[in-house]
């Protein structure tokens, strides 16, 4: 890729953030935030929304922290590159590598640009350990590209009772009944100064570096199911701080858009990357319901090359949302169902490869359980075993549909589309099920192993 002379905003790039980042022109942003994979050795699988839409969450590192820390070296080099001389940076982390980065950080950026360690306290935990005290916070690290950065400190309204324990301490009441208090002073100047309470109770309570906001629980409207989905208020607390209207805003590791979501919301400029293609489709999707105009995907696959090279998972979500089909609802026991057509729901089989005979003898079974008389398998090829095969179910009075990725990439595939008028951007972004109703890590991994959306050679 060739560098580009300016920087294109409402875009969502389907990439890795390194080699996007190093394209951009130098100067050319005036806040990042980030929320990369946290070192903390975990490689899980997740139901994400109730489209059952299944996502790998990668947080291992082979070869260890510093491997980890060289790996964000690379990136936070870009960034500091791309910010202008007034922008700002926040990188989002927790105890697994947050005294490593800081130390990294403190070199690329310079110590004396580190500005906070923000404490972000996301609630309370009742159950006791005997071993350790609860874990409830994460570390976001402020750091300036020079001392002309632009800050507007945050203010929150003062509480009834911290009124009624500010107005104990004012020293005297004028003739105009007005209540005074002693304020500290600035560098250079007397060490406190007198002012109005009613001006510093309307002027609102300065916030220090501990930030206690709940997290995206289960139940909050919000909520889109995915396992690192940081809240609205969080981002947009940093984006009101940190930048000006039609200020741009970049997140280069953007998940699910909340980042984006903020600054919309808040008359920004943004820019989301982000290597999943299941990712970047629900945040095009997110961005619309908040007003976002013109949303620009760039880098979503668009060969059979691209589409191989994809996690099995993502290339399942993919395969679903371009047949505008909705997920398996559950990914353990599900006979090889990977997700249901749009209007009649028809069972889908998903394979990562070429198929045989086998998956389609399998795949009869799988109908025949529904109660349906028909079925899709997409693939990147099928064998002549697998034609005469479905030739035979056809006498049974079960239509197999042997559809390639080729024929989705082209739509050309005759596959059942969504009703007139109502296309995939129109449908709702997907909401959470009930833990109770949601498989555990442990049976999305075994129905992994199982084989679904992986080769069956």
């Known amino acids: 890729m060739a560098p580009v002379g300016y920087l294109e905003t409402g875009v969502i790039y389907c990439d890795n953030n390194l080699e996007r980042l190093s394209q951009f022109p130098a100067e050319s942003v005036d806040l990042i935030y980030l929320d990369p994979p946290f070192f903390s050795n975990r490689n899980y699988e997740v139901i994400w929304g109730d489209e059952a839409e299944v ?102 309204p003062w509480t009834r009772e911290e009124i009624i324990r500010v107005r104990r301490q004012a020293i005297y009441k004028d003739e105009d009944d007005r209540e005074w208090i002693w304020m500290p002073g600035q560098k250079g100047r007397s060490k406190s100064r007198p002012k109005y309470l009613d001006d510093i109770i309307s002027e609102g309570k300065a916030l220090d570096d501990v930030w206690d906001i709940p997290i995206v629980t289960s139940s909050a409207k919000e909520r889109l199911g995915y396992p690192t989905q940081k809240p609205e208020a969080l981002l947009e607390r940093v984006i009101r701080m940190s930048s000006k209207p039609n200020d741009i805003v970049l997140d280069p590791f953007a998940g699910c858009g909340t980042t984006m979501v903020a600054a919309q919301r808040l008359g920004r400029q943004w820019i989301g990357i982000d290597i999943s293609p299941t990712a970047v489709e629900l945040m095009k999707r997110r961005m619309a319901t908040v007003g976002a105009t013109t949303i620009k995907l760039v880098g979503m696959p668009v060969t059979d090359e691209q589409l191989r090279a994809l996690k099995p998972f993502e290339f399942q ?31 889908i089989q998903v394979k990562q490869s070429g198929v045989g005979r086998p998956t389609v003898d399998a795949f009869q079974t799988a109908i025949d359980r529904t109660g349906k008389k028909k079925g899709y398998i997409v693939g990147f090829s099928f064998s002549r075993d697998a034609h005469e095969e479905v030739a035979r179910v056809k006498t049974k009075g079960i239509t197999i549909q042997l559809v390639t990725v080729t024929a989705l990439l082209q739509d050309t595939a005759d596959v059942v589309t969504p009703q007139p008028g109502l296309l995939m951007d129109d449908l709702p972004l ?8 949601r498989p555990s890590v442990d049976e999305l991994v075994e129905s992994d192993k199982n084989g679904h959306a992986v080769s069956d050679e």
């Open 317 to 347: 979500n993919w395969v679903i949302q371009r047949m505008n089909g909705t997920h398996s609802p559950t990914k353990s026991g599900d006979m090889g169902i990977d997700g249901f057509s749009f209007f009649e729901h028809l069972p």
């Open 430 to 437: 997907p909401q959470p099920r009930p833990p109770e109703a």
């Open 55 to 156: 996502r790998s969450f990668e947080d291992r590192f082979q070869g260890g922290i510093l491997v980890y820390v060289d790996w964000m070296r690379e990136r936070v080099l870009e960034i500091h590159r791309i910010l202008k001389p007034t922008g700002a940076v926040f990188l989002h982390c927790d105890w697994h590598a947050a005294h490593y980065l800081k130390v990294m950080l403190d070199d690329v950026f310079g110590i004396n640009n580190f500005r906070n360690e923000i404490v972000w306290h996301y609630g309370f935990r009742l159950m006791k350990n005997k071993r350790i005290l609860n874990r409830k916070h994460d570390t976001i690290f402020f750091y300036a590209k020079t001392e002309q950065h632009f800050i507007e400190p945050p203010t929150e």
